[in-house]
């Protein structure tokens, strides 16, 4: 339980990172604040149904698969949460959203109404089904025949109100509650037939996902276009998360809470590879870091024990393996499986 509340994705930790470094001044910082707390509550969403997906009677034969993006002709279709059973798969797709949410099937549309504001939106029922429809010409693109399966919208904020405004039937057989989902499955694994039919076996199925799977790489500064210079450089406070704290000799002291720590430039770096580029110079690791010697930032950057590339004036520091230090997701987002 404690572990999905503490998933982020990669995205969100971008939008993190730009937030913290982003004066709210700027232009930008609104719309940067308003993607972050959705992107939170998207995630939070989609790690909620963990746990309703752990108490599934039987368990899960193979592992969960989170986020698989695939190409489909020119295009890429990327789907939340897909299960895979021996004779058939359950798409489903998570939606935290609050206020009370009209389904209107008829229209194609959902009607989110939260305090008195009245938003439209993509109807997810019909995304769901279009996201069914995609795997499985994907599928038979990849010549599995014969592997069908089911989908469903999953509502995961327990304090939505769920409405059907037309067609009551589809919102029933299509959008499920948070807590009905183990029952939900539960009786449709124990319904459904199992038949032989598919050319693939799931495990062979679940290879092909992992081996097509196309990360979405965003470059989080050109999608905002924000250049990197207008970013707020030095170190953060871990503990008050102010910028910019002051280089002591072997340790940074904060100017806002006094908190010192000997490690806080590890946060900052994984920032910089999150926005700027996933490695970084002597030179870049002074101006960032706010360190008045490249004698200091040389040692620093060596008790790291990062791999390092080019000759030692132009060296350059490889982020990455702070990541793997650090035990945060894996920068370059593989699909995220469950066991
Ligand atoms: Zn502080």
């Avoid at 489909?72 to 939340?80: G, V």
Wanted: hydrophobic share 35%.
């Amino acid at each position: 339980m404690e572990k999905r509340n503490q998933y982020r994705s990669l995205l969100q930790y971008k939008l993190h990172a730009l937030h913290t470094r982003l004066s709210p001044m700027h232009e930008k910082y609104a719309q940067v604040e308003v993607d972050l707390g959705k992107k939170r509550s998207g995630d939070y969403g989609e790690a909620s149904i963990d746990y309703y997906l752990s108490q599934i009677n039987g368990g899960i034969p193979y592992p969960i698969i989170r986020g698989a993006r695939l190409q489909l002709n020119q295009y890429h279709f990327q789907m939340d949460t897909l299960l895979l059973y021996p004779s058939f798969f359950i798409l489903l797709e998570t939606k935290h959203l609050t206020g009370t949410l009209f389904f209107d099937p008829d229209f194609q549309q959902l009607i989110q109404i939260k305090k008195d504001d009245e938003i439209s939106r993509q109807d997810p029922i019909l995304q769901v089904k279009m996201q069914y429809n995609q795997f499985k010409r994907w599928l038979s693109h990849h010549q599995v025949d014969g592997y069908s399966g089911f989908c469903f919208v999953v509502i995961t904020n327990q304090n939505a109100i769920v409405k059907a405004l037309s067609n009551p039937a589809i919102v029933q057989e299509y959008v499920v509650r948070n807590p009905a989902l183990t029952f939900k499955l539960e009786h449709l694994i124990a319904n459904t037939q199992p038949s032989h039919t598919s050319s693939h076996s799931a495990h062979e199925i679940f290879s092909l996902i992992c081996e097509h799977h196309v990360p979405r790489n965003e470059n989080i500064l050109k999608e905002f276009d924000i250049n990197p210079m207008e970013l707020i450089t030095g170190v953060t406070c871990p503990k008050c998360n102010e910028l910019a704290m002051e280089r002591l000799p072997r340790r940074w002291r904060c100017v806002h809470c006094n908190h010192v720590s000997m490690e806080a430039h590890i946060q900052t770096l994984m920032d910089y590879s999150l926005l700027i580029s996933s490695s970084i110079t002597t030179k870049e690791v002074c101006r960032f870091l706010h360190i008045p010697s490249m004698h200091i930032a040389r040692q620093i950057m060596k008790s790291l024990f990062l791999e390092k590339t080019g000759s030692t004036v132009n060296a350059k520091y490889c982020l990455k393996s702070l990541w793997k230090q650090q035990n945060a997701p894996q920068i370059e987002s593989g699909v995220r499986v469950l066991p």
